[in-house]
């Protein structure tokens, strides 16, 4: 579900998601070249490839509550995230309480706290 990393934790990867079988609920949040962050949602479903963007922080969910979902997930090489910036206020802000709950396994009131004011953050700066 996660890009893979380097050793700073800056993703490195784009993904390929080929939907093997059952319907997927996918949220994909990026930073665009305007500088803003988008959430896109969208549904796909057998025998449909999804593409996730280098650095584009995303997941997904079974979009069925009674048929079991598989995904084959494939990375290309490493290669350097351009703009250094892994947002990571708007990328928990993108996901769900319940999510991150879930993921966590702690209360969902644990995320009360998480800053909605989104800016970038910058890890590194090439000059």
Not at 73 to 90: L, M, R
Request: glycine fraction near 6%; avoid cysteine.
């Amino acid at each position: 579900m996660a890009a893979s990393a380097n050793r700073t934790g800056i993703p490195t990867a784009w993904e390929l998601n080929y939907i093997i079988s059952g319907k997927a609920k996918w949220t994909i949040l990026g930073t665009h070249p305007d500088g803003t962050y988008h959430n896109d949602v969208f549904e796909a479903e057998q025998g449909d490839l999804v593409f996730a963007p280098q650095g584009y922080f995303h997941y997904f969910e079974n979009a069925s509550a009674d048929t079991p979902l598989d995904v084959l997930v494939t990375f290309n090489t490493s290669a350097k995230e351009p703009n250094d910036d892994i947002g990571i206020v708007a990328t928990l802000n993108s996901l769900p309480r319940e999510v991150l709950a879930a993921s966590f396994g702690i209360p969902v009131s644990a995320f009360a706290d998480i800053p909605t004011d989104i800016k970038p953050v910058v890890i590194t700066r090439r000059r």
